[in-house]
Structures are given as C-alpha cells and as structure tokens.
C-alpha cells in the first residue's frame, strides 16, 4: 500500500516540523521538557505523582498527560498537588502528536515553568515515532513486564535517552530479572541511561529526583 | 488532515473484506479462531504456555505470534511444546493485520487445527481497529496494571468477548482491585466473559482451560 506509507511520511514530516517549532520555544524559555512513554500500566502516572511531591517546593512543573480516553491520570496528578496539569484525551489516537502538544502549550506562561512534562499514551510503539519538540524520551518498564521488552520493541529504547525501570518491590515475583533487562536494553542503544526504582516503596526514587534536577539547572544554564 | 483519514477508512476496508474471506475459511474448517490482545508484558505469552501444556494432547492447536521484532514469543510456545507454532515480525508495525494472518495460514492445513491462536502485538488501541477473522477478540489485563484501564482504552474492551485478568497472585501488592476492573470493564461492555487467573500459580486456569475447550467443541457442532 504505497499510498499508505506515502500518507504517513507526510504526517511525519509535519510533525517534525512542528516539533521543531516547538523545541525552540522550550529553548528560548530554557525549559527542561521530556515525553514519558510507556505500555499501560508501568507506573508513568505513579512516577509523576511522586516526582510532583518531590520537587514541587523546588520548581514550576507542567504536566500534560495523554490518555485515549477519560482524564483520570490527569485528575490524579492534580490530586497529587500539580497546579499545572492538562489532559489531552486523545479520543482514539494511540499517540501524542506534536499537533496537540502545540494547542496545550497555550494554556501555560512557558517563562515561568522549569519543568514541562508530558505524559504520553500507554504505547510501546507508536509514540516512538512522533518527536514532541522534547529535550528526551524517557521510557519507562516495570519489572512485572518481560525482561525481554527493549529487544521486541527497539524501535522505543532507541529513541529514548534513559530508561527508568519501576517496580523493583516486586522483583522475584516473576523471571524478570534486571540485569537482563539492562543488558536487552543497552544492546539496543548503548547510551541509554538507566534508573531503578519502586513508586510504591520509594526506593531508588532519590536519585532519579537528583538527576532530574540537573537537567533542569542545566538546561537554565545553556546560552 | 482528511487525507490521512481517508486512506486508513481505505485501508481498513480492505482489511475488513480479507478479514471476511479469513472468517469464511476458518468456519468452513470448523476451526476456533480467537485473537488474543493485551499491553505489553500482561502475559499473553504465558498464558498461551500453560494453555498449550493443558490442551494439547486433547487438540490440535497452532498459534500465530505477532511480535514487532523478535521471534522470542514464537521460540518460548515451541519450548512448551507447540508443535504448529508460526512467528510473524512485523517490522515496526503496531499491530497485525488481515494480510498478514492470510499469508500465514498457508502454512497450515486448517482441516487439521481445532483451536488457531493469534498473538497479537503487545498494545492496548491499534489492534482494536483490524479484524483477523477471529470468532473473538480476548482482551488480557494484569493485575500489576491499573484497574481503570478499560475506561482508558475502551476500544478494546468494547471489541473483545472476553476479559482475562492475569497475574492475580500479585493482588494486594499494589492499588488494582479486582471488583473495580471487572465495574470498569462491564461499565464499557456489559457482554464481556471475564476470567480471573494467574499463569504462575496455575490458580484460575482449570476455568479457562474448561471454556476454551467448549468454544472448541461448539464450533465443531456448527453446520
């Protein structure tokens, strides 16, 4: 179906257009900005509500959350204290485009936030393929997945700077073992950074907190 | 952009109508062809191990794989013992399509299969929209997942005829509770089958094992 691909090139090249225009909005107002990618229920929502409890005192964070449908992600970040939180309910669409990132990024004052969040559809594949005008994706796995994920969906580690692994309460509770993972995930994309941490115990939740601070005073410092 | 919308109502057209010739082939076979959908890492793979190991000296049984990259899935259902067992790559595609399920069926003699298995690719919207051919689509979901995700991703939901919930060795480790996903799930599709099990324990699957064989024995009983 060469009308197909034809068709998708297009909408891609459009969307990286616009993701062009959009990151050099965030440049100019020298915000830290990642897209969090995940499948369904890896905890992208749990690692933002307690990134929000963490660093909330410390910064200005936006957070645009993605779903298919309903706003309950976005409900729950702001239940968790986030005083600057949209939904984009996508209404079929199995991925964030730039497009929508676009449109939301009105709603802010870009000048006065640090951090800009977005929080995608629960998709390992399709995002993969739309930049978002993001500094970084961060993909995100959990040990109740397979270890084996970064090889069946490289095209996402690829693409990603850091991977966060969540869920580390629950390893031995299935054949998930992290040194695998990590081994699966670097074979795909050596530069890849890498988490571990549990939401729900809160173990590991230190560093990441100290490594995204720094991209953030980073990011302030680049001319 | 009307373009992009209209070749994928073309595309899915066509779908449809090979889907159709597939339906036709595999009821003049008398073959129970159910098409298995899920995030991720809900254990579609698993769940197909311990289905193989507890019904195949009763049934003749083949299993298609989807999987984007990576024959790994395919490889773990040959070491459980699947004698009929045909990966298919899709290379970067987010789901799989009439077209590829046709193209596999001409490796196997349909007279001779009872139960034909598809493994979807692990995501939650994109294969919503493609029939296979299927007499069902069966929606997986973990425990380790959220209980709201049939309202998240109510497409899915809303094709499947069966929900199974996996993993649920792991309830009480997190906030997922079972009533809540079985309120979500019925709130979207009131028709849906739902099963509760966990692949690891074994608890739960003499129900499934049980059902599955009856659609089995139903479908044969069709004129």
Redesign the interface.
């Known amino acids: 179906?060469p009308?197909?691909i034809a068709?998708e090139k297009?909408?891609l090249s459009?969307n990286d257009l616009l993701a062009q225009e959009l990151r050099t909005k965030f440049q100019e107002n020298k915000v830290f900005v990642f897209n969090l990618v995940s499948?369904?229920?890896?905890g992208k929502t749990s690692l933002l509500e307690k990134t929000l409890g963490l660093l909330q005192d410390k910064l200005n964070i936006a957070l645009v959350v993605g779903?298919?449908?309903?706003e309950?992600?976005a409900d729950r970040l702001i239940q968790a204290g986030g005083k600057l939180v949209r939904p984009i309910v996508t209404g079929?669409s199995?991925h964030l485009d730039a497009n929508m990132i676009h449109k939301s990024i009105q709603q802010f004052n870009l000048n006065e936030i640090d951090l800009f969040v977005i929080e995608n559809?629960?998709?390992?594949?399709?995002p993969s393929s739309y930049d978002l005008g993001e500094d970084m994706k961060i993909v995100l796995i959990?040990t109740?997945?397979?270890d084996?994920?970064p090889?069946?969906?490289?095209?996402m580690f690829r693409k990603s700077s850091v991977m966060v692994v969540n869920?580390t309460?629950?390893l031995g509770?299935?054949d998930f073992e992290l040194h695998k993972v990590k081994e699966n995930a670097r074979q795909i994309n050596g530069q890849l950074e890498i988490f571990e941490l549990s939401c729900?115990t809160g173990e590991g939740l230190d560093t990441w907190i100290d490594w995204l601070l720094e991209q953030v005073i980073l990011k302030k410092k680049e001319i």
């Open positions: 179906m009308d197909k068709i297009k909408v459009e499948s369904p229920g890896s779903d298919v449908q309903t309950n992600d079929g199995c559809v629960g998709n390992l594949v399709c959990s109740t997945e397979g084996d994920k090889l069946k969906y490289p095209g869920k309460d629950l509770f299935s729900r």
